[in-house]
């Protein structure tokens, strides 16, 4: 397959590409399911692992100019930091 060059004619498509999931039913995959679905939005927040730690990580972002975060998937650090820093005001 060749690499489609800025300002040359478009490429025919190819049939093999377009039915790529014509096999999805065999591919099973685990959909994400929310145990506190029926809490309130800031109950769900609060049993997060990262919430905990919230004001530890308030404090150490404004006493250091890199923070290295890392935790196990699913503990908050892509859904909660952003609110945390928009809730402290740094927006």
């Known amino acids: 397959m060749a690499f489609w060059r800025p300002g040359a004619p478009r490429p025919p498509l190819r049939a093999d590409l377009l039915d790529l999931d014509a096999d999805a039913e065999k591919h099973w995959a685990a ?3 929310n145990l506190d679905a029926e809490l309130p ?3 769900q927040r609060q049993r ?3 919430h905990k730690h919230r004001l530890q990580l308030l404090h150490a972002l404004e006493a250091h ?3 290295v975060l890392s935790g196990p998937t699913g ?3 892509s859904t ?4 945390y820093l928009d809730e402290a005001g740094w927006t």
């Open 31 to 33: 959909s994400a399911f």
């Open 41 to 43: 939005l800031q109950q």
């Open 48 to 50: 997060l692992p990262i």
């Open 65 to 67: 100019s890199t923070l």
């Open 75 to 77: 503990c908050g650090k």
């Open 80 to 83: 909660q930091v952003p609110q």
